[in-house]
């Protein structure tokens, strides 16, 4: 079982910044594609962001292009999400999940282990 964790999150008010991060102790996840999910209150969690194994393709929901860079540290086993130029709509819990892929050509296939998330609140 993979034991996923995620820090970074915050409250910041509208067009602030974060920087999300994302391990896995004791499992490395170099070989596989990365992604980060969001879950706000009442809607479904969404993917928000993906990326391949060696950190040199990405992908992002269109809702965030421009403003999220995601990339990752496999020295580290970490992945990041910056967020920038934030919006009250961006208020979420944020999770990361890896795919059993290495590469990235559109939403991951999240694994069935989640970790606790990271909640990011916008103020207006």
């Known amino acids: 079982q993979v034991r996923l964790v995620e820090s970074g999150g915050g409250l910041v008010p509208a067009r602030g910044s974060l920087r999300l991060s994302c391990s896995a102790p004791?499992?490395?996840?170099?070989?596989?594609?990365m992604g980060w999910f969001r879950h706000a209150p009442g809607n479904a969690r969404e993917f928000v962001a993906g990326?391949?194994?060696?950190?040199?393709?990405?992908y992002y929901v269109d809702s965030v292009q421009g403003r999220f860079t995601i990339s990752r540290d496999n020295a580290k086993n970490t992945v990041y999400l910056t967020t920038n130029t934030l919006k009250p709509e961006d208020t979420a819990v944020y999770y990361c999940?890896?795919?059993?892929?290495?590469?990235?050509?559109?939403?991951?296939?999240?694994?069935?282990?989640w970790g606790p998330g990271t909640q990011v609140a916008v103020s207006s």
């Open positions: 990326i391949n194994w060696s950190g040199d393709s990405t």
């Open positions: 999940n890896a795919d059993h892929l290495r590469e990235v050509i559109g939403p991951i296939t999240p694994s069935d282990f």
């Open positions: 004791g499992r490395p996840f170099s070989n596989y594609a």
